[in-house]
């Protein structure tokens, strides 16, 4: 329905669909902004690409009216528009889904849609307008939904698609996607960019911020690279490679190869039969076996959301399973949840979200170095009383060893750094000599000096003839860590792979096709 | 029991139960739009007294009611201030409302009318007992039944309607679908381009009128004064059956008929002496004064289908980064 | 999250929140005609201007540690009990069952057990809300708030119905054995040679709530218990991946919170009445809360706390009785001035912290930067 009107605009219009001239944007003494240009040729679809943390998302919530900038200009084709608040951002023709979807759960689909887009106080004629548009747009742009299935029902993948839907039916003629394959399967993934097509090949513009070289490559027509920040690099998507991106990317050439001797693997240390976790009734683990030696590197690849978590949560005994785990030996319990009695099976846990998970971000670094080991004999003065001081004492001697800056006990965990805050949970979980380190995602929003750190330090626990289980969505740090990867998707393993194995062959298991089909 | 005392135990139910059906459809408002108000009691309390004061000074009945829900709009004010522009905890703030205005009716009415904390009997003030009876000239106690369908004020009939309008409202229009959204998931609505925090304001404003009418009605309908304390728990009960109502209208009804029927009882009954119907067992008042708080205990434990509140509720909304 | 140096956040925000509170007080004695200086001036030397008023306002300062106490102990793990007013009310059947059915010999021996008794009640009073919470996700508020309405029909049928002794009318129970009686401040005091008033009540259990405060002090900063119940209410999640069970600590949280508060009746009751009365807890449960919050949830910011509480009540209690120094006349104040004064603590250190933090913290930036 919008789609006469955007043509029509676009013939008369500025060949720029955005422009953002000197964007800058601090919060507090972090500047997540710094003098930022960019030009959004109309009917592209234009990728931006940067690491965590390097202002991308930032910037688009600045082109939605979430934030203000603290200095610069907006044009959208070609007039300058102020955006203070994210209505005026929809009524200048600008759409924008989500990492996280801001959905209604327990609406409908037509709710959803129609929500703060009614046509008049009562809600009959905007929802009757609104099914017919959206059969509309379904068909135009192959974004199948039932309009009245309620959100929490629906998949992932559907939930994208409503968040879409949502931008459309406010006749959006730009679209900002905010890391929109996260959270999808690879199958969900390629119909979105063929979606994102359809709607370039309609005249509409589309944004893609990713930090995935992968789906720049093969989507965009421009690409523009982030870093710290700044806007370091506009270039056609033809014109480059992912080397030339990475690097742009980081700065330097990146050195993901990992020096390391081979393994020698020795006993078997874990063994995991038909492993099986449900959650919120849905089975995300659906019946993994598999077995770690003492000595090795285990990884875990797949996209994210395809039971890795779950796997690492039943193992930390952090969630309930059904199954077996058998540690050293002996038979492990499954339900009772309790991370205690797996730290003393001799399991050391590494989570996927440290400020979830791993710390407590209002305790001081001191007071986290005993998270979880709080019960141990060597932090107690008797039977009554923790031994507090004994706990700084380690705290400072792991602070030094690890390089945490700064080296300050007493700090509370939030107030350092990513990579620094990951030394912590790291240098604690390592240091107790555990006979298998699970460790989840080793190195997101850390920086690549502690990336090499973290990354020695478990091939040293290997070294040490300990076993590892790497859990990372990051396939360059499952291939180049691991010595057998195991490839996960829809809570099974799709199969087992030396880490040398062609990366479009894992990323193929990774999508859940095996050789045969 | 005979049909006159049981016409009339229906009667009273139907009285006691209207300020808590205010107090209940107000708090709906409210939670529903993702702001938690223990404060019920506190603006019902303050409205009592607020409407009940005016009306002696005034004299007219329509002050009375208008003091009233201004009183409970400067505490919803409050406690908007606290839960939705400076995002404190909310229960906190509700608690801290209940105690204002304890001590605050308290305070002023015994400054104001020198009666320890109770303010004047009202005589042209009060709220018309049997407005619908009187207009067509019919003896309520000739006709038992007739009275227990129209001899109601005004405010007992509003109460009623409130019920099928907030139905309708919530489920119908437009403000009624961003209410629901903004107490289920904010971003949503504020990524829509709608203001969280207009909406919440609303909401909690629409929550004060409500309370001040369920406050005038007990002051000045029930009863012909103001005295210290006098809601006596009635805005947790409403709370409590906003709970067992699982946060709908209708249902609301009915919890808040049931409450208050049990409500009835105890002021007929000082106990309930089962020996007559051949069960040899007193359920003491107390009993029956405790049991609204009982089941929704057994209610929120999920034993008997689980109660569960707006997801956003209780929280202040923050822009994610 | 604030940026405010520690010493502003701890002592300056809460006293300032304070000062509000007093202002607006203030305005409000005004606004009925009467003195604000005058109020202010009779509140000190009623609650601390003697031996008597000072007995008093550290009896009271003893059920507020108390229940502070008791509150703050299950903040620290994220649950807000507002079931103190019930607990505290079930510990009174304690002290009740304590004293008046066994024949202790000694004093000492009426006071331990009064104090197995009340705490046991009050815990039990918290542990079907804590039960509900930890297990069925029965939110803790709501459900110890019920639990209040639901202890005072108990209390009120027990009364009524059990223990009222036959032929009175008063719905309380006998008063106990004057040999039960708890050594007031006088006699502590006279012991060691100080002279001190005989009349107020306050008693031994002042000096039970200071041990209390410090040893709640030990138990949430130097043991594991203390540990995981702090590292539960900060971060849930995470504390599962310790190997810290939600279940457990919720139940032992609000265990010891309903019992600490239960043992506020041993001072009440015990100390104080001497029997047990329909509403022996007077409204403490609740003062608690705000003891808590002004206090930072921390011991000693409760002791401290609960004696500005116990002399606002007892200078409170003075206001009713007082005179206006230079015309003679009866003060027209009534005491429930105080509990506005209560509710405006609780609402500007509990619900708006934020509206004192964020001018602070800018101009203590201004500061800075002038500097």
Same mark, same amino acid.
């Given at each position: 329905?919008?789609?006469?009107?955007?043509?029509?605009? $676009?013939?008369?219009?500025?060949?720029?669909?955005?422009?953002?001239?000197?964007?800058?944007?601090?919060?507090?003494?972090?500047?997540?902004?710094?003098?930022? &240009?960019?030009?959004?040729?109309?009917?592209?679809?234009?990728?931006?690409?940067?690491?965590?943390?390097?202002?991308?998302?930032?910037?688009?919530?600045?082109?939605?009216?979430?934030?203000?900038?603290?200095?610069?200009?907006?044009?959208?084709?070609?007039?300058?528009?102020?955006?203070?608040?994210?209505?005026?951002?929809?009524?200048?023709?600008?759409?924008?889904?989500?990492?996280?979807?801001?959905?209604?759960?327990?609406?409908?689909?037509?709710?959803?849609?129609?929500?703060?887009?009614?046509?008049?106080?009562?809600?009959?004629?905007?929802?009757?307008?609104?099914?017919?548009?959206?059969?509309?747009?379904?068909?135009?742009?192959?974004?199948?939904?039932?309009?009245?299935?309620?959100?929490?029902?629906?998949?992932?993948?559907?939930? $994208?698609?409503?968040?879409?839907?949502?931008?459309?039916?406010?006749?959006?003629?730009?679209?900002?996607?905010?890391?929109?394959?996260?959270?999808?399967?690879?199958?969900?993934?390629?119909?979105?960019?063929?979606?994102?097509?359809?709607?370039?090949?309609?005249?509409?513009?589309?944004?893609?911020?990713?930090?995935?070289?992968?789906?720049?490559?093969?989507?965009?027509?421009?690409?523009?690279?982030?870093?710290? *920040?700044?806007?370091?690099?506009?270039?056609?998507?033809?014109?480059?490679?992912?080397?030339?991106?990475?690097?742009?990317?980081?700065?330097?050439?990146?050195?993901?190869?990992?020096?390391?001797?081979?393994?020698?693997?020795?006993?078997?240390?874990?063994?995991?039969?038909?492993?099986?976790?449900?959650?919120?009734?849905?089975?995300?683990?659906?019946?993994?076996?598999?077995?770690?030696?003492?000595?090795?590197?285990?990884?875990?690849?797949?996209?994210?959301?395809?039971?890795?978590?779950?796997?690492?949560?039943?193992?930390?005994?952090?969630?309930?399973?059904?199954?077996?785990?058998?540690?050293?030996?002996?038979?492990?319990?499954?339900?009772?949840?309790?991370?205690?009695?797996?730290?003393?099976?001799?399991?050391?846990?590494?989570?996927?979200?440290?400020?979830?998970?791993?710390?407590?971000?209002?305790?001081?670094?001191?007071?986290?170095?005993?998270?979880?080991?709080?019960?141990?004999?060597?932090?107690?003065?008797?039977?009554?009383?923790?031994?507090?001081?004994?706990?700084?004492?380690?705290?400072?001697?792991?602070?030094?060893?690890?390089?945490?800056?700064?080296?300050?006990?007493?700090?509370?965990?939030?107030?350092?750094?990513?990579?620094?805050?990951?030394?912590?949970?790291?240098?604690?979980?390592?240091?107790?000599?555990?006979?298998?380190?699970?460790?989840?995602?080793?190195?997101?929003?850390?920086?690549?000096?502690?990336?090499?750190?973290?990354?020695?330090?478990?091939?040293?626990?290997?070294?040490?003839?300990?076993?590892?289980?790497?859990?990372?969505?990051?396939?360059?740090?499952?291939?180049?860590?691991?010595?057998?990867?195991?490839?996960?998707?829809?809570?099974?393993?799709?199969?087992?792979?030396?880490?040398?194995?062609?990366?479009?062959?894992?990323?193929?298991?990774?999508?859940?096709?095996?050789?045969?089909? | 029991?005979?049909?006159?005392?049981?016409?009339?135990?229906?009667?009273?139910?139907?009285?006691?139960?209207?300020?808590?059906?205010?107090?209940?459809?107000?708090?709906?408002?409210?939670?529903?739009?993702?702001?938690?108000?223990?404060?019920?009691?506190?603006?019902?309390?303050?409205?009592?007294?607020?409407?009940?004061?005016?009306?002696?000074?005034?004299?007219?009945?329509?002050?009375?009611?208008?003091?009233?829900?201004?009183?409970?709009?400067?505490?919803?004010?409050?406690?908007?201030?606290?839960?939705?522009?400076?995002?404190?905890?909310?229960?906190?703030?509700?608690?801290?409302?209940?105690?204002?205005?304890?001590?605050?009716?308290?305070?002023?009415?015994?400054?104001?009318?020198?009666?320890?904390?109770?303010?004047?009997?009202?005589?042209?003030?009060?709220?018309?007992?049997?407005?619908?009876?009187?207009?067509?000239?019919?003896?309520?106690?000739?006709?038992?039944?007739?009275?227990?369908?129209? *001899?109601?004020?005004?405010?007992?009939?509003?109460?009623?309607?409130?019920?099928?309008?907030?139905?309708?409202?919530?489920?119908?229009?437009?403000?009624?679908?961003?209410?629901?959204?903004?107490?289920?998931?904010?971003?949503?609505?504020?990524?829509?381009?709608?203001?969280?925090?207009?909406?919440?304001?609303?909401?909690?404003?629409?929550?004060?009128?409500?309370?001040?009418?369920? *406050?005038?009605?007990?002051?000045?309908?029930?009863?012909?004064?103001?005295?210290?304390?006098?809601?006596?728990?009635?805005?947790?009960?409403?709370?409590?059956?906003?709970?067992?109502?699982?946060?709908?209208?209708?249902?609301?009804?009915?919890?808040?008929?049931?409450?208050?029927?049990?409500?009835?009882?105890?002021?007929?009954?000082?106990?309930?002496?089962? &020996?007559?119907?051949?069960?040899?067992?007193?359920?003491?008042?107390?009993?029956?004064?405790?049991?609204?708080?009982?089941?929704?205990?057994?209610?929120?434990?999920?034993?008997?289908?689980?109660?569960?509140?707006?997801?956003?509720?209780?929280?202040?909304?923050?822009?994610?980064? | 999250?604030?940026?405010?140096?520690?010493?502003?956040?701890?002592?300056?925000?809460?006293?300032?929140?304070?000062?509000?509170?007093?202002?607006?007080?203030?305005?409000?004695?005004?606004?009925?005609?009467?003195?604000?200086?005058?109020?202010?001036?009779?509140?000190?030397?009623?609650?601390?201007?003697?031996?008597?008023?000072?007995?008093?306002?550290?009896?009271?300062?003893? &059920?507020?540690?108390?229940?502070?106490?008791?509150?703050?102990?299950?903040?620290?793990?994220?649950?807000?009990?507002?079931?103190?007013?019930?607990?505290?009310?079930?510990?009174?059947?304690?002290?009740?069952?304590?004293?008046?059915?066994?024949?202790?010999?000694?004093?000492?021996?009426?006071?331990? *057990?009064?104090?197995?008794?009340?705490?046991?009640?009050?815990?039990?009073?918290?542990?079907?809300?804590?039960?509900?919470?930890?297990?069925?996700?029965?939110?803790?508020?709501?459900?110890?708030?019920?639990?209040?309405?639901?202890?005072?029909?108990?209390?009120?049928?027990?009364?009524?119905?059990?223990?009222?002794?036959?032929?009175?009318?008063?719905?309380?129970?006998?008063?106990?054995?004057?040999?039960?009686?708890?050594?007031?401040?006088?006699?502590?005091?006279?012991?060691?040679?100080?002279?001190?008033?005989?009349?107020?009540?306050?008693?031994?259990?002042?000096?039970?709530?200071?041990?209390?405060?410090?040893?709640?002090?030990?138990?949430?900063?130097?043991?594991?218990?203390?540990?995981?119940?702090?590292?539960?209410?900060?971060?849930?999640?995470?504390?599962?991946?310790?190997?810290?069970?939600?279940?457990?600590?919720?139940?032992?949280?609000?265990?010891?919170?309903?019992?600490?508060?239960?043992?506020?009746?041993?001072?009440?009751?015990?100390?104080?009445?001497?029997?047990?009365?329909?509403?022996?807890?007077?409204?403490?449960?609740?003062?608690?809360?705000?003891?808590?919050?002004?206090?930072?949830?921390?011991?000693?910011?409760?002791?401290?706390?609960?004696?500005?509480?116990?002399?606002?009540?007892?200078?409170?209690?003075?206001?009713?009785?007082?005179?206006?120094?230079?015309?003679?006349?009866?003060?027209?104040?009534?005491?429930?001035?105080?509990?506005?004064?209560?509710?405006?603590?609780?609402?500007?250190?509990?619900?708006?912290?934020?509206?004192?933090?964020?001018?602070?913290?800018?101009?203590?930036?201004?500061?800075?930067?002038?500097?």
């Amino acid at each position: 329905m919008s789609l006469g009107t955007s043509s029509g605009r $676009q013939a008369t219009a500025a060949p720029f669909a955005i422009e953002l001239r000197g964007i800058s944007k601090s919060f507090g003494p972090v500047q997540a902004n710094r003098d930022i &240009n960019i030009a959004v040729p109309k009917g592209t679809i234009h990728g931006i690409i940067g690491e965590n943390g390097a202002g991308k998302s930032t910037l688009m919530s600045i082109l939605y009216g979430f934030y203000k900038a603290d200095a610069g200009t907006i044009l959208i084709n070609g007039t300058e528009t102020a955006i203070p608040d994210s209505q005026s951002a929809i009524r200048a023709g600008i759409g924008m889904v989500f990492q996280h979807f801001k959905l209604v759960q327990n609406f409908t689909v037509l709710e959803n849609i129609i929500l703060g887009a009614e046509d008049g106080p009562l809600l009959n004629t905007s929802l009757a307008r609104a099914r017919k548009a959206l059969t509309d747009l379904s068909r135009e742009y192959d974004l199948d939904v039932d309009p009245d299935a309620v959100v929490e029902d629906l998949s992932v993948g559907h939930q $994208q698609r409503v968040e879409i839907l949502k931008a459309l039916y406010r006749q959006a003629d730009i679209l900002i996607l905010d890391e929109p394959t996260g959270v999808l399967t690879p199958e969900e993934a390629d119909h979105l960019f063929r979606i994102l097509g359809g709607l370039r090949d309609q005249g509409k513009t589309v944004i893609l911020i990713t930090h995935k070289l992968r789906e720049i490559m093969e989507t965009t027509d421009n690409v523009s690279v982030m870093r710290r *920040g700044t806007m370091v690099g506009t270039v056609k998507t033809a014109e480059t490679n992912p080397e030339q991106l990475a690097e742009l990317m980081v700065g330097r050439k990146v050195l993901l190869q990992v020096d390391k001797d081979a393994a020698n693997p020795g006993r078997e240390v874990l063994r995991v039969e038909d492993l099986r976790v449900t959650t919120d009734g849905v089975e995300r683990l659906k019946g993994v076996s598999f077995s770690i030696r003492a000595g090795e590197i285990v990884g875990i690849a797949g996209v994210a959301g395809n039971g890795q978590s779950e796997l690492l949560e039943a193992l930390g005994g952090i969630a309930e399973a059904r199954g077996r785990i058998v540690m050293n030996g002996a038979d492990l319990a499954l339900k009772g949840l309790n991370g205690q009695s797996r730290r003393e099976a001799g399991i050391a846990h590494v989570p996927e979200d440290r400020q979830v998970l791993g710390l407590i971000m209002d305790f001081a670094a001191w007071e986290n170095v005993g998270f979880g080991y709080h019960n141990d004999p060597k932090y107690q003065k008797n039977a009554v009383l923790m031994d507090n001081a004994a706990l700084r004492a380690d705290t400072e001697a792991k602070m030094a060893r690890f390089d945490v800056r700064p080296p300050i006990p007493t700090l509370a965990a939030k107030n350092f750094s990513g990579g620094n805050q990951q030394k912590i949970v790291v240098a604690r979980e390592i240091e107790r000599n555990p006979d298998l380190l699970l460790i989840g995602q080793p190195t997101r929003g850390v920086d690549i000096g502690a990336i090499e750190f973290i990354h020695k330090q478990i091939v040293a626990l290997r070294d040490a003839g300990k076993a590892v289980l790497l859990v990372s969505v990051e396939l360059d740090e499952i291939r180049s860590l691991s010595d057998r990867v195991l490839v996960m998707f829809d809570g099974q393993i799709m199969g087992e792979r030396p880490p040398q194995t062609d990366e479009r062959e894992l990323g193929l298991l990774m999508a859940g096709m095996t050789e045969k089909s | 029991m005979d049909l006159i005392a049981i016409l009339q135990i229906l009667e009273s139910t139907i009285r006691m139960s209207t300020p808590l059906l205010f107090a209940c459809l107000a708090g709906l408002y409210s939670e529903r739009a993702g702001v938690f108000d223990i404060g019920l009691e506190g603006k019902m309390l303050a409205a009592a007294f607020a409407g009940a004061a005016a009306a002696a000074v005034t004299g007219s009945a329509l002050a009375g009611v208008l003091a009233g829900i201004g009183a409970a709009l400067i505490l919803a004010a409050v406690h908007g201030l606290a839960s939705i522009t400076f995002r404190g905890n909310q229960l906190i703030s509700g608690v801290a409302i209940n105690f204002f205005a304890s001590g605050l009716t308290i305070v002023l009415g015994a400054a104001w009318f020198g009666q320890g904390g109770q303010t004047p009997a009202l005589s042209e003030g009060r709220l018309a007992q049997t407005p619908i009876l009187d207009l067509f000239g019919i003896d309520g106690h000739a006709h038992p039944v007739l009275e227990l369908f129209l *001899g109601h004020g005004i405010l007992v009939y509003v109460a009623l309607l409130a019920v099928p309008f907030t139905w309708w409202l919530l489920y119908r229009t437009r403000f009624g679908l961003r209410l629901r959204a903004v107490g289920e998931n904010p971003a949503a609505v504020d990524t829509a381009g709608v203001s969280v925090v207009r909406l919440r304001y609303a909401a909690v404003g629409i929550t004060a009128v409500l309370c001040g009418l369920a *406050g005038v009605y007990m002051s000045m309908g029930l009863n012909t004064s103001f005295q210290r304390e006098m809601t006596a728990g009635r805005g947790y009960i409403a709370l409590a059956a906003l709970i067992f109502a699982k946060w709908k209208p209708v249902p609301a009804l009915w919890a808040c008929l049931l409450f208050g029927f049990l409500d009835a009882i105890s002021i007929r009954f000082q106990n309930i002496d089962l &020996n007559g119907i051949g069960i040899p067992v007193v359920i003491p008042g107390q009993f029956t004064n405790a049991l609204p708080f009982i089941l929704t205990v057994i209610i929120l434990a999920g034993f008997v289908g689980k109660a569960i509140p707006p997801r956003a509720g209780g929280e202040p909304y923050v822009k994610e980064r | 999250m604030t940026k405010l140096p520690r010493w502003a956040d701890v002592v300056l925000v809460p006293l300032i929140c304070l000062a509000i509170a007093f202002v607006f007080c203030g305005i409000l004695i005004a606004s009925i005609g009467q003195s604000p200086v005058v109020a202010l001036t009779s509140m000190i030397t009623g609650a601390l201007g003697t031996q008597t008023g000072w007995g008093y306002t550290l009896f009271y300062a003893t &059920n507020f540690m108390l229940t502070g106490l008791g509150v703050s102990i299950a903040f620290h793990a994220s649950l807000f009990n507002i079931g103190g007013e019930g607990q505290a009310t079930l510990g009174g059947f304690g002290v009740a069952i304590a004293c008046l059915f066994f024949p202790w010999p000694h004093w000492s021996m009426a006071l331990l *057990g009064s104090i197995t008794l009340s705490a046991l009640f009050g815990a039990l009073w918290a542990l079907i809300p804590a039960w509900l919470q930890a297990k069925r996700g029965s939110h803790i508020v709501i459900t110890t708030m019920m639990f209040n309405f639901i202890a005072y029909a108990l209390i009120s049928y027990l009364l009524v119905n059990v223990l009222k002794p036959e032929g009175t009318m008063d719905p309380a129970t006998a008063r106990f054995d004057k040999a039960f009686n708890l050594p007031k401040l006088a006699d502590i005091f006279g012991a060691v040679g100080i002279p001190f008033s005989k009349a107020p009540p306050a008693n031994i259990m002042l000096f039970v709530a200071l041990g209390l405060a410090f040893a709640t002090w030990v138990l949430l900063w130097h043991t594991r218990l203390g540990y995981a119940i702090r590292a539960f209410g900060k971060q849930e999640k995470a504390a599962v991946y310790a190997g810290i069970g939600p279940v457990r600590i919720t139940l032992y949280a609000l265990l010891l919170s309903g019992g600490i508060s239960g043992l506020m009746a041993v001072n009440a009751v015990q100390g104080g009445a001497h029997r047990l009365v329909l509403n022996s807890v007077e409204g403490a449960g609740f003062i608690g809360i705000a003891v808590a919050l002004m206090g930072r949830n921390h011991p000693f910011g409760i002791v401290l706390a609960s004696l500005l509480f116990g002399f606002l009540y007892q200078g409170g209690n003075q206001l009713a009785l007082a005179t206006d120094p230079v015309t003679g006349e009866q003060l027209k104040i009534p005491r429930e001035v105080i509990i506005v004064l209560q509710a405006l603590v609780i609402l500007f250190t509990g619900a708006l912290p934020y509206m004192v933090q964020r001018p602070l913290e800018k101009l203590f930036a201004k500061l800075k930067g002038a500097a």
